[in-house]
């Protein structure tokens, strides 16, 4: 049986928490076509989850095992051809009073 790895939880500027989705995104030098996508994800263990559908030069993959995301991204970011990788993550926000 596969042991889960909890996340770590992160804040904004705000204080506010961040928490992690399980996806991680990935924004390419230039557009990648499906096959090439599908390559990077089996070279990383990751699942292609979508493609960004406003920016062609990025996507969203799941890591097929579990993994630090942080540490994940900043792998994929020293890939070449990769602009940038970051974890996804799900954000409360809360009103200013008076508002």
């Not at 070279?43 to 993994?67: G, M």
Request: no cysteine; hydrophobic share 35%; glycine share 4%.
């Amino acid at each position: 049986m596969r042991q889960a790895v909890t996340q770590p939880m992160s804040l904004d500027e705000a204080g506010e928490s961040r928490e992690l989705t399980g996806e991680i995104s990935v924004r390419f030098m230039v557009s990648p076509s499906e096959e090439e996508l599908q390559r990077f994800a089996r070279s990383h263990r990751l699942r292609l989850v979508r493609r960004n559908e406003f920016v062609p030069q990025q996507a969203v993959f799941r890591p097929v095992e579990d993994s630090r995301l942080p540490e994940l991204a900043h792998k994929l970011e020293q890939e070449a051809g990769v602009r940038a990788a970051w974890p996804n993550t799900l954000s409360r926000y809360q009103r200013a009073a008076g508002f």
